[in-house]
Structures are given as structure tokens and as C-alpha cells.
């Protein structure tokens, strides 16, 4: 199994997850944002992960620490759960739809983080949520699990229906770019790392 359980302690937030890429898409997870709680949760059943994940966080300010801390998190669990990449297939692609919605995520498990983000939100808030930390925490993730991701909204006008297009596609395309194929010997590059 390819498992991580990952601690983070800073004077805003305390965070622990446990996650396992070769799971079956079960959660566990509270981080006092319901919404975001809800969208990793989507993020875990379609990446056929299993995730525990405990967060407590500065919330009499707002849930900003705590949702890019989740991120630098999960990122920091993806690639230490990934190990040293061998034999993983590196790319993935996803297109979901949601209702109306329809979002795009392709990335590189590549080592070298990058985040194009091309989601315009109509809503500013989904129930207690500030949708702008949406892209605060696919940036955090980005960064600490060395992936080059570009996630683009191709049609939505609900909030909700696009960002849960965005998180299933997420999970989906990281299951797909994690998994391990038998023929390939060492890791996808020709330079020999990732």
C-alpha cells in the first residue's frame, strides 16, 4: 500500500491525515468548513483514495489557514505516498460534468508544481465557504505534491455544481496519473527522475 500520514502544527492551524492512494474511495473528515469537508470528500471517493483528515484552525478569523493548510497537507501526504514515482504512469486527464457544470483538470505528477486556474466563480460564498480559497487550496497541493495542474471550467453557472465538477475531476485525474503500469521501468522521463 501506498499510505502517508502526514502531521502540520503552526500557531493557526493543527492538522493529521492519513492517506492512502490504493484505498476504495472512503472519508473521514473534519475540518470545521462543511463545504470544503464535503468537496474533499467528493475528491476522495473519485480519486479512489482513502483519507482520514482532522483540521483545527484559526475559524474566529476565517477558514483561509486552514483550507491552504489542508493543502500543503494532502500535498505533502500525495508525495510521500507516491514514494520515488516508479513504475506510476505521471499523467492525468479528467473531464466531469455536474448538472450544468463541466470542468477540465490535466496534470503531471512531474516534481516541477504549477497552477493555471481558469475557474470564474458567479458566487463569492457556498453556504459558509469563501470560493475564492478554492484556488488557494489547489495551489497549496500543487506545490507541496510537486504536480503541474490546470484545472479549467468549460461551462457552469451554479457555484456548487462547479466546484464539485472541479474536485471529482481532481481526484479522478490523480488516481489516473498515480496509478502504476507494469511496463514501465524506472519512471515516465528521460531523464531518469521525477
Known sequence: MRLADIERKTAETAIAAVLN???????AIQTGVGFFDHMLT???RHGLFDLTLEA???MQVDAHHTVEDVGIVLGQAFAAALGDKQGIRRYGTAFVPMDEALATVSLDISGRPYLVYEVPLPAQKVGEF????????LRAFAVHAGVTLHVRLLAGKNTHHILEAVFKAL????DKASRKDERIRGVLSTKGIL
Open 21 to 27: 492512494l490504493d484505498g476504495a474511495g472512503t472519508a
Open 42 to 44: 467528493l475528491w476522495t
Open 56 to 58: 483545527k484552525g484559526d
Open 130 to 137: 469563501d470560493t475564492e480559497l478554492a484556488e488557494e487550496f
Open 171 to 174: 481526484g479522478r485525474a490523480l
